[in-house]
Structures are given as C-alpha cells and as structure tokens.
C-alpha cells in the first residue's frame, strides 16, 4: 500500500487534524481543525513534510504522490463546482509553506496560481471586473517569476525585476500609484513580464495550469532550504529534518469590490488578556494590504453595521467564540469575506503581552473551568511576571519616542523594567538629586561598592561597562532598579558631567529613559506607571482588594508553591531587602554579602583603618569597631527572617574595592588617619592587582587575616544569640567563599568553630549554626566528595564558576558576549542563563560527589542564575534543595520551579514524552 502523503480538508471534513502538526505543518493541522469543526475553510489540500524529507533524501518525489495530488483536485473542483483551468470557471489557487513551527517570511507562496491567456477570461467573466483578473494576472506572473523561475532579487540593494518593470509602466502611464494602471495597461504588463521570463530564463511562462502547480509546490519544498530559512533554524534550533508542507487551497479574494473584506480577529485583547473580541479589517482588500498599513483598517465592531455584508458579522463572532473554546485559548485569526461569503484562512495561538498572558490563563482556570490550574501554570512564561512586577512605561509613548529617532544606544538588559529620570554620574549627586524630590538615573563606566547610597537614590542605573553579574547588575537587581549594563558606545566624561553617543550629548540633569527589559536607552522623559502589585506587596500603597493583577498574581504564586519541589531563597544583604524577600515569597536568605555592609556610614572609614592597618594590634582595634555594626545588621536580619535560614558569606572582595582611588578622597582618608598622603598611596598602591576577580579575594582574604573571619563569625553567632535571647528562632550558615582546597576550608571551618565555642560559653547556651562553602571554582565542584567532608552545605556561586570554567572574565565579557549570542556561537549570555552543558556538569557531578559523601548535604545556587527560569529548571533537574535570587526575581523563581516540577511530571507520562524530534531543539554544546 502507498503511503499517504495528501491529505484534504474542505467543507465540513479533513482527511487530518489538529494533533497533526509534525506532519501536516502548524498551518496545514489547523486548517485540517476548523473544517472538523464545520467553520468555512476555502477547501485544499496539505502535502505532507514527509514529502518534503523525501524529496531532499531521494531528490526526487515519492511514488503515488502525483496520483494522490490529481485526486485531492478533482475533490475541490467538485467542492467548489470549477476547473483548474477552465476557461469559463477557473479555479485559482495559493500554493504556501507550513512548516511544524512558524517561521514568517522565511519560505515561498505563490498565489493566484491557475492564470493563463485563456483562464483569464473566465476570471472575467466569474467577476465582470477585467481590471480586478488582469490585476490578479500580473501579479501571479510577477510572483511565479519570483519565486519559482528564481528570479528574485538576492540582495536588499538588487530591485525586483518585475517591480521594474511596474514603474515604467506608471510613469508611461502618469500613474503614481498601481490602482491608477487600467485593465489595459495591466495586460500589457502580464505581456511585458512574459517577455521578461523568456528572455531570462531561455524558456517561456508556462501556460499550463497543472505545470504551472508542479513548479510552485517543488520551489515551496526548496524554499525549505533557501539561506533566510535555514539561518533561521540555525537560530530558532529547529531541526533540518522536520520539513514543511505545502498547503494548496482554493483562492478567495477580499478585493472583488464592496462585498468583499480581508481582516484579523483576536478572540481576546492581546495587551491587556481581557475576553472581548478584536479585530480589524479592510473592504475591498487583499490581506496584504492590512498588513502594509497603506490604508487605515476599520475596527471589527463596525463590520456589524455594514449594509452588504453585516450579516458576516455574527457567523465570524461565533467562529471566533467556537475556536477559542475549542482550543481553550486566545486565537489569532484571519478571514477573507468574498462576495458575501466568509472565508476562515487561518487561526493560531495569539501572541500577546504578559498581562494578557496571565489573565488569560487565570480566567481560563477560574471563570470558565476550561484548563487545569496546572495547565494554566504551564501557560505563561515565567518571564513575563516582570510585566507585573516593574513599573512599565507608556507603550504609546515609548513608540513615539522611538519614531522620533530619540533611542541612544542599547545595552544589556540587567534590570528589567522601566525608568526615567534625570541624568546624574556620582553617587553622591544621586542623593542629593533625590533629596530634592527628583527622580535620577546613575550614569557610571561602572559601579563600586562605594555607589551603593547613590544606587538605592536612584530608578534607574546604566553604566557602559560590564556583564550580566557586574556589580551594577547584581546590586541594581537585588534592589529592585532598572538596570542596563554594558552600553559600550556610550563615551562618559565625569568632568565635564555628560556622556555622548552617536553625536548626541546628554548632561547632568538632562531627562533619560530606561527599559530595562530590552536594553534601550533613550533620551527624554517617558511616563512609566509602577507595577500594582509592588503596590500591594512591598509598598503597600494599595490593597489587595483595588487591583485585579495582584489577585491574579496571588492566585498564580499559590499555585506554583502547590507544584514546586525547590525552596526559594533570597539574595539579600540588608533587613530592608529581606523584608522584601520575605513578602515576595523567599524561604530563607541563600546569600548575604557582609561586604555591602560596609558602606554604610562611618562604617567605610573603620574599615579602611582595617584595611590599611600595617600590624596585627592596629587591625584588631579597627576590626573591634566593626564588629558591634555588623552584628547589628545580622540581628536585622535575623529578625526579619524569624527563624528561616540565614547564610552569611564571610568577606569576598579584593580589598582594593574599599579604597579610595582618586587624590582628593585619599587625601581626606589620611588626615583621617593620621598618616601621610604618600604612605597611604603607597599602601593603595601596593593592593592594586591585574585580576582582581582571580587575585586576593575569597577565602584567600580570611586565610591571610584570620581576625577577619573571626570577628564576622563572632558578629554572626553572637548577634544570633541576642535574638534567641528575645525567643526569636535564628538558622545562621556560615559560608566561606572561593574555597578550591580541603585545606582553605578546613583552617577557615577550625577557626570559626573556635569563635563559636567562645561565643557559646559566654552567653550560656548554644545555636544551630552550619558551616559550608561556595562552590565557585572548578577545583571545588571536582573535588566535592572531599569538600562534603567539612562543608555542611554547598552554594553553587555560578557568576564565578562560570567565569572560572569559562575562561571569560564576568566584568570585561559585556564587550563581546552580545556578539557571541547574535552569531548564535552560543545561544545565551552564560552569565544569565546557565552554560548547562559546560558548567553544568561541574554541577551535578559536585551534587553526586558531595552527596556520596554526606547524604543530607544541604546544596543551593546563589549566583544570578537563580533567578533565571531555564537555569531553575535545570537546579530541579539536578536535585537541588533550593535557589536564591534577587528579592524582585522570586516571584519568577517560584513559578519556574513549579513549571519544571510539571514538566517533569508530564514526562513521567507517555503521551507527554517529547519526540525525539523536538528534543534536538535544546542547547548546542
Ligand atoms: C557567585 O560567584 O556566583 C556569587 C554569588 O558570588 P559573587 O557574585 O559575590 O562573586
Ligand atoms: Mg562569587
């Protein structure tokens, strides 16, 4: 028996359906869908994308293809009661692509396909409109020359040689536009064309209906292969060997006068998710014309009213309610009306805006009881909880500003959200700004430490240096800001307070927008509107009553804490922060940075005295001012957390971090200390290193100054003792950072067990506390089973075991990584998304290895992967027992993490399994 490669649909009934993607592409299966649900497809047929593999396998087509394609034809001939070629009632047909996914543009069409010099006629005389059949001709012969006798223009700079051809007849004509050209001079053009093709090709048009389908369905297959497709697929990881279809099918026309109309419908409001049709259309149109927005659509609801084909209105209402239910989702449709007669041409999942992603999968759960909560879960993309969480910006505005050329530059997208706000470049200006009630965005080549007061000013922050885990992005996202990194172009100059880009010159108090969700800079003030559920939660300037997003926000955390397996934990150095935290749902801390806490205040000045001390005695007394500070935070923290786990990191960062740099400010730090101006130089000096990130930092800080890790470890455990005290539950973990040897870790665990006892024995009584590590250097994840000996628990830092096992370094990487990930060298930034192939495997081998050590080793991620949803899924994956991210993330994190525990779920089912096919789409190595 041959196979079947020919399937139809037409009136009432499909040879397939919906479920049949794979093999009659997206388009072909849902055409197959609506004609099993008896709404009017103009009838056709879809050639399989087995067909398609075939023919680039055997370079020739399968047998019984052509037998099953003549049958398919006489079967829409008899649908439609016309001939493919007949001179009286010629049926015309659209011969298009349609692979499993959708790739726009990508592939070959060719419509009006069935004209010839006698076929023509009978167009004529089927419309009475000589004008409308020679327009039809012209632009089918144009088309056909394009695409399947190769004579398209290659490049952007190569005119269409039809397209020539056009404007010469205008301009003979005194046309300025193709609707002004008479039927006559049309059917000049087609001659012209014709003329054309000969001469090119050798050979002329060919006459014959059937030759004419033969050609457009074998260039519709090559097209599969053309270059625009196959760096697509190269770039959308879509598999050579998935094919396409070929969809032949009847044509329809929305441009045969006054009864006729072309337009979209949407079965929801794609920007706000609301359950309202939407929809627009033009009279007398062909769909192309909708899209090139050359006339301006009338609304959908208007369509109602229309004298000749108002009573098309109520059938496409129903459609649209019909295919919405059936799918259970928002539908993006397109429909021809010919005649009076409505056509469905297409329908496919909407996209749409996060609003509209959540409310849409929310109602479907609640109000209508048409999904599962957990199908509702699977729905959206984690993602687009930052479209609730930031505040956004005027869409209308923000696209204006746009078309007024007034976007600078784009740089990475650290901070999602949007801000605007006038331009400042010091820490100290930010505050001062602020102070008078204006809103400042930081503009740095990059940020320290030192900027932390001036960051928190501020709504928004850009530096032009920088990665995904600089300072800036890091800090800026853990405390909620807008952030863009990276914008290499932009040129700042700190002394004349202005940066310039691209000839533009932008100075202190000038007015920017942020986006930080795409990374564009753009000049002038643009309105944004806060996120209503920051409203509620962290602000509280709302209750949860007043807004309709929080509630479906709530609902959607609920849901997710239902499904998820990974704890959730946060990233927060101060009280403040944890608070936040907490209200976006955290677990516990998964990382403080003690050094943040070094800012604050006179804080800065004792540890410069710590810093510069150049004998023991000295750096104990500057470590004795310290510590009383330090255990003031943890009691913040601890009090805020009540009783879940707080992971202290004791001191990571060189230390040259916490200097000053600039001759003015050293100078003032000498008077301070009371030391000359050239022996603290000296001293700074003397700290400054090449590489920084792989120099004195880490553990390697509190092995050469154990008094360090000493009076944190106090601070730590006496601050948790104070809170006991107060019948206040406290779970401190200590972690030490940038461990590679058992004997790194081994002198820092002695010494802080020491530090405890002392702590226990003065206050009578003990605490829980754990001692563990960071794994954030190759050497550590390889040698976890040893590492487990001593550590109680294991955070993986992958900001710098990607940095590490990369070979890239996390603050210069800004520079290139975008270009990396635009020629696909790699599909994501490895410091947003983690490098699960490469660092990855670090990973789970440290996971295996440490847990073959100790079976109940606690294991985390704290680096800024634990925010990002593919990362989540790969830590549930892997077994991890929880992630921490920014206080702003956590909402993310809880919904990635019950999507992989669904998702894992789903796999356990048959029916569910992925094939193999799909699997390919996954990352290159
Ligand atoms: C890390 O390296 O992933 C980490 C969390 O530490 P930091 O970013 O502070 O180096
Ligand atoms: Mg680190």
């Known amino acids: 028996m041959t196979m079947k490669y020919v399937f139809h649909f037409g009136s009432d009934s499909a040879d397939g359906n919906g479920t049949m993607k794979n093999l009659l592409g997206g388009k072909g299966a849902n055409l197959a869908e609506m004609c099993n649900l008896g709404i009017p497809v103009p009838p056709g047929f879809t050639i399989s994308t087995e067909v398609c593999n075939h023919y680039y396998l055997q370079k020739e087509y399968p047998l019984g293809l052509e037998k099953q394609v003549m049958e398919a034809l006489h079967k829409i001939e008899a649908e439609m009661k016309k001939k493919f070629g007949d001179q009286e009632n010629p049926l015309l047909l659209s011969v298009r692509s349609g692979a499993r ?14 004209l010839n010099d006698k076929t023509v006629h009978g167009l004529i005389k089927q419309t009475n409109d000589k004008r409308f059949a020679f327009d039809s001709y012209r632009r089918f012969v144009a088309m056909y020359g394009d695409v399947v006798l190769g004579l398209k223009p290659e490049s952007e700079e190569e005119i ?62 090559k097209s599969w292969d053309n270059e625009r497709a196959k760096v697509y697929r190269k770039l959308n990881y879509i598999p050579d060997d998935w094919g396409t279809a070929v969809n032949v099918q009847t044509m329809v026309f929305g441009n045969m006068g006054n009864e006729c109309a072309t337009g979209v419908l949407f079965s929801r409001n794609a920007a706000t998710g609301e359950k309202k049709l939407y929809g627009e259309y033009l009279i007398n149109a062909q769909g192309e014309d909708v899209v090139a927005g050359v006339r301006t659509p009338e609304e959908f609801q208007n369509l109602k009213s229309n004298e000749l084909i108002g009573h098309c209105y109520d059938e496409l209402v129903e459609i649209a309610e019909k295919l919405d239910l059936h799918y259970r989702d928002m539908q993006d449709m397109e429909f021809t009306i010919q005649k009076g007669k409505l056509w469905m041409l297409q329908t496919r999942t909407g996209k749409r805006t996060g609003f509209a992603a959540f409310r849409i999968a929310y109602e479907l759960a609640v109000k209508e009881n048409l999904i599962t909560k957990e199908e509702a879960l699977l729905r959206v993309d984690p993602n687009q909880l930052n479209q609730l969480l ?35 470049f010091t820490a100290a200006d930010a505050e001062e700004y602020k102070k008078k009630g204006d809103s400042v965005i930081l503009v740095r080549h990059e940020t320290s430490p030192e900027d932390i007061k001036g960051m928190e000013a501020s709504v928004g922050i850009l530096t032009s240096r920088g990665g995904m885990t600089s300072h800036a992005a890091l800090v800026g996202r853990q405390m909620g800001k807008v952030c863009v990194v990276g914008a290499s172009e932009i040129q700042i100059d700190y002394k004349k307070r202005q940066f310039a880009i691209n000839g533009t010159v932008i100075k ?27 409203e509620v939660v962290i602000s509280k300037t709302m209750s949860p009553g007043e ?40 677990e516990g801390i998964g990382l403080c940075r003690t050094e943040h806490m070094f800012f604050n205040g006179s804080r800065i000045n004792a540890m410069r005295e710590m810093i510069l001390a150049d004998n023991k005695t000295d ?19 601890y009090k805020t957390m009540n009783g879940l786990s707080v992971t202290i990191r004791t001191l990571d960062p060189p230390l040259h971090e916490f200097l000053p740099h600039n001759e003015v400010e050293q100078k ?35 092995i050469s100054y154990p008094e360090i890790t000493e009076m944190q470890v106090r601070a730590i455990l006496e601050a948790a003792c104070e809170v006991k005290k107060e019948s206040i539950d406290v779970k401190p973990e200590i972690m030490i950072p940038l461990v590679g040897r058992i004997n790194e870790l081994k002198m820092q665990e002695e010494l802080a067990r020491t530090v405890a006892n002392e702590v226990f024995e003065k206050y009578g009584f003990e605490v829980d506390y754990k001692i563990g590590t960071m794994i954030e250097i190759p050497r550590a994840a390889i040698i976890a089973d040893k590492i487990a000996k001593i550590a109680e628990f294991f955070s993986f830092g992958t900001n710098d075991l990607t940095q590490t096992t990369l070979g890239i370094s996390r603050d210069d990487a800004g520079r ?33 290895r440490g847990r073959s050590t100790r079976s109940d080793l606690k294991i985390g991620i704290c680096g800024e992967h634990g925010g990002d949803p593919k990362t989540v899924e790969f830590c549930h994956r892997i077994n991890l027992d929880y992630v921490s991210c920014s206080p702003f993330r956590i909402p993310i994190a809880r919904l990635a993490a019950a999507q992989a525990a669904l998702k894992e779920k789903q796999m356990q089912i048959p029916q569910f399994r992925i094939p193999s096919a799909e699997v390919a789409v996954s990352q290159p190595s």
């Open 390 to 424: 930031r505040p956004i910006f005027n869409i209308e505005e923000k696209k204006k500003a746009i078309k007024e050329g007034r976007l600078l530059i784009k740089g990475l997208n650290a901070g999602p959200g949007a801000a605007t706000g006038r331009v400042v």
């Open 547 to 586: 807004s309709e997003t929080y509630q479906i926000y709530e609902n959607f955390m609920n849901w997710a804490d239902e499904y998820r397996r990974l704890g959730i934990w946060a990233n927060a150095d101060l009280p403040d922060q944890a608070a936040n935290a907490i209200a976006f749902g955290a």
């Open 816 to 848: 290139f990584l975008p270009l990396y990930v635009e020629q696909r060298i790699i599909p994501d930034d490895p410091f947003q998304t983690l490098d699960q192939t490469g660092v990855g495997k670090l990973m789970e081998w440290a996971v295996e």
């Open 508 to 534: 202190e108090g000038d007015w920017i927008s942020l986006d930080g969700t795409t990374g564009e800079v753009i000049e002038g003030l643009i309105e944004t509107s806060p996120s209503e559920v920051v």
């Open 160 to 221: 269409d040689p039809f397209e020539e051809l056009l404007d010469a007849k205008k301009k003979a004509c005194g046309a300025k536009f193709d609707t002004e050209l008479n039927a006559e001079a049309l059917k000049e053009l087609v001659t012209e064309f014709k003329e054309f093709i000969k001469h090119r090709t050798g050979k002329p048009f060919p006459e014959e209906p059937l030759d004419q389908l033969w050609g457009a369905i074998g260039a519709v297959f």
């Open 668 to 702: 003032a730090l000498a008077e301070k200390l009371n030391i000359s101006y050239e022996e603290i130089h000296r001293r700074i000096e003397s700290l400054r290193e090449f590489n920084p990130m792989l120099g004195y930092r880490g553990v390697r800080l509190g």
């Open 619 to 637: 750096r104990h007394e500057a470590l004795e001012k310290l510590l009383p500070m330090q255990k003031a935070d943890f009691i913040g923290l």
């Open 101 to 114: 996914v959708s790739m726009p543009g990508m592939m070959d069409t060719v419509l009006n396909l069935g």
